[in-house]
């Protein structure tokens, strides 16, 4: 009878093992959080995105299924992300006030902390690969500007025409937003009587990110952006600002955040959820959910994506919408787009 009782909790402990197992993340991505609603959205174009965030979420997938890093797997599926023209990233990035695409990326490795980012780049293909590039064969963290797409040509990646990045719906976004006021910023800035506030309904942060941990048990995150539509005088967000948009550590979690920039770098935002695990013992859940409330009493919106070291996921925002996904390790995706 014992030795039946013994084999019988030997069977639900393993029974529960391989539960957990089944549940556990490894690859959530982000295409951009705000003011994205079910009523304005056509069939067709939800579909769209939905194929779009599938086929990137099956990139960085059978990058871990086949035992390659979790490095290996946020790039890949950011690299997906940066090629469609739905996002505001790589090809389809927004145009800044004097009509440029001007890129913005980070990456992060959470077993080294080692970071690589670029920024204000407008001939790099795949901005993602070129914060690698800046991580992985240079002494620095950023790059900006010429330099940085003179290290990524020097480096091997494929430069392209500015004129690539460009799509008539993101053109007609800044004519309109240079239209309703040259001193706004379309997504959901402007200025008024010294404050800013937020005026334009229809903001989407297309910013796309990827978050994952592989079968060795690290995590990296990536993110990459076109920033701001109507964005002024060079200015850089967030994103390839390491602790702010971008941050990894296999100790606690990997973060990637999309939203209005300001408010991510003044709070350092990806930091601060990792450190609110590390320092106070809170869950990904409770870190993610504080953080973004803590963006939102500010006066910011947008989102986030965060992994932990055991596999567990949090998405939270405070906008209308955020494009999301998620796989576990067994092959269970789960795809959003609303609240």
Same mark, same amino acid.
């Given at each position: 009878?014992?030795?039946?009782?013994?084999?019988?909790?030997?069977?639900?402990?393993?029974?529960?093992?391989?539960?957990?197992?089944? %549940?556990?993340?490894?690859?959530? =991505?982000?295409?951009?959080?705000?003011?994205?609603?079910?009523?304005?959205?056509?069939?067709?174009? *939800?579909?769209?995105?939905?194929?779009?965030?599938?086929?990137?979420?099956?990139?960085?997938?059978?990058?871990?299924?086949?035992?390659?890093?979790?490095?290996?797997?946020?790039?890949?599926?950011?690299?997906?992300?940066?090629?469609?023209?739905?996002?505001?990233?790589?090809?389809?990035?927004?145009?800044?006030?004097?009509?440029?695409?001007?890129?913005?990326?980070?990456?992060?490795?959470?077993?080294?902390?080692?970071?690589?980012?670029?920024? %204000?780049?407008?001939?790099?293909?795949?901005?993602?690969?070129?914060?690698?590039?800046?991580?992985?064969?240079?002494?620095?963290?950023?790059?900006?500007?010429?330099? &940085?797409?003179?290290? &990524?040509?020097?480096?091997?990646?494929?430069?392209?025409?500015?004129?690539?990045?460009?799509?008539?719906?993101?053109?007609?976004?800044?004519?309109?937003?240079?239209?309703?006021?040259?001193?706004?910023?379309?997504?959901?800035?402007?200025?008024?009587?010294?404050?800013?506030?937020?005026?334009?309904?229809?903001?989407?942060?297309?910013?796309?990110?990827?978050?994952?941990?592989?079968?060795? %048990?690290?995590?990296?995150?990536?993110?990459?952006?076109?920033?701001?539509?109507?964005?002024?005088?060079?200015?850089?967000?967030?994103?390839?600002?390491?602790?702010?948009?971008?941050?990894?550590?296999?100790?606690?979690?990997?973060?990637?955040?999309?939203?209005?920039?300001?408010?991510?770098?003044?709070?350092?935002?990806?930091?601060?959820?990792?450190?609110?695990?590390?320092?106070?013992?809170?869950?990904?859940?409770?870190?993610?959910?504080?953080?973004?409330?803590?963006?939102?009493?500010?006066?910011?919106?947008?989102?986030?994506?965060?992994?932990?070291?055991?596999?567990?996921? &949090?998405?939270?925002?405070?906008? &209308?919408?955020?494009?999301?996904?998620? =796989?576990?390790?067994?092959?269970?995706? *789960?795809?959003? =787009?609303?609240?």
């Amino acid at each position: 009878m014992i030795q039946r009782l013994l084999l019988f909790m030997v069977l639900v402990l393993c029974f529960g093992e391989m539960q957990a197992q089944q %549940g556990k993340y490894v690859l959530v =991505i982000h295409g951009g959080a705000g003011t994205i609603l079910k009523s304005q959205m056509t069939p067709e174009k *939800e579909a769209a995105y939905k194929a779009a965030l599938a086929k990137a979420l099956q990139a960085g997938y059978e990058k871990i299924q086949g035992g390659a890093s979790s490095l290996d797997a946020v790039e890949a599926a950011v690299h997906v992300m940066e090629d469609s023209p739905l996002f505001n990233a790589g090809k389809g990035a927004v145009f800044t006030h004097d009509g440029r695409n001007e890129l913005d990326a980070a990456i992060m490795n959470g077993k080294t902390g080692q970071a690589g980012a670029v920024a %204000g780049v407008t001939t790099i293909r795949n901005p993602i690969s070129a914060a690698r590039a800046v991580m992985e064969k240079s002494e620095h963290v950023m790059m900006v500007g010429p330099g &940085a797409e003179q290290f &990524a040509k020097e480096a091997g990646l494929e430069i392209v025409d500015p004129a690539y990045f460009r799509t008539e719906e993101r053109w007609q976004g800044l004519q309109k937003a240079l239209r309703e006021d040259s001193l706004k910023s379309k997504l959901d800035h402007s200025y008024n009587n010294g404050r800013l506030g937020i005026q334009n309904i229809d903001n989407k942060f297309g910013t796309v990110g990827a978050v994952a941990l592989d079968k060795a %048990g690290n995590l990296a995150a990536a993110t990459s952006t076109g920033g701001m539509t109507n964005k002024k005088y060079g200015r850089v967000g967030d994103s390839p600002i390491i602790g702010a948009g971008t941050y990894a550590n296999n100790k606690t979690v990997a973060v990637s955040c999309t939203g209005w920039g300001e408010f991510y770098i003044r709070n350092v935002v990806a930091y601060d959820l990792s450190a609110l695990m590390a320092y106070k013992g809170l869950s990904v859940a409770a870190a993610g959910k504080t953080v973004i409330e803590k963006v939102g009493a500010a006066g910011g919106d947008g989102g986030l994506i965060a992994l932990d070291s055991k596999g567990n996921m &949090a998405m939270p925002f405070n906008t &209308a919408g955020m494009y999301r996904a998620a =796989i576990t390790s067994d092959g269970k995706t *789960e795809i959003y =787009i609303y609240k």
